[in-house]
Nanobody, 118 residues
Framework: QVQLVESGGGLVQAGESLRLSCAAS????????MSWYRQAPGKERELVAT????????NYRDSVKGRFTISRDNAKNTVYLQMNSLKPEDTAVYYC???????????WGQGTQVTVSS
């Protein structure tokens, strides 16, 4: 049974930090490209950051570059999103996504709420 379980969300003030975690199980984590998405109320889900499966190559949306860092620990089957200098516009539900190598089968977590007050 495949599971992606996010944690670490919460309510913070602008300028503070949060670290999100996504614990994976039920598939070979090291063979999956991992990403974080977010969805704010009334808006479409958008890609925040991606980390490759082999060389840990990362990509970020422009609005979070220099503030957010995605990383993975294949030994713990976990992907992280370190979020610094948070802004009110970062408020959203954050989702973890896994895409399996070659098959492109996709899994989503249930999401974790991040709220940044001004």
């Amino acid at each position: 049974q495949v599971q992606l379980v996010e944690s670490g969300g919460g309510l913070v003030q602008a300028g503070e930090s949060l670290r999100l975690s996504c614990a994976a199980s039920g598939f070979t984590f090291s063979n999956a490209v991992m990403s974080w998405y977010r969805q704010a109320p009334g808006k479409e889900r958008e890609l925040v950051a991606t980390i490759s499966r082999i060389d840990d190559k990362t990509n970020y949306r422009d609005s979070v570059k220099g503030r957010f860092t995605i990383s993975r620990d294949n030994a713990k089957n976990t992907v992280y999103l370190q979020m610094n200098s948070l802004k009110p516009e970062d408020t959203a539900v954050y989702y973890c996504k896994a895409v399996r190598y070659l098959t492109y089968i996709t899994y989503w977590g249930q999401g974790t709420q991040v709220t940044v007050s001004s």
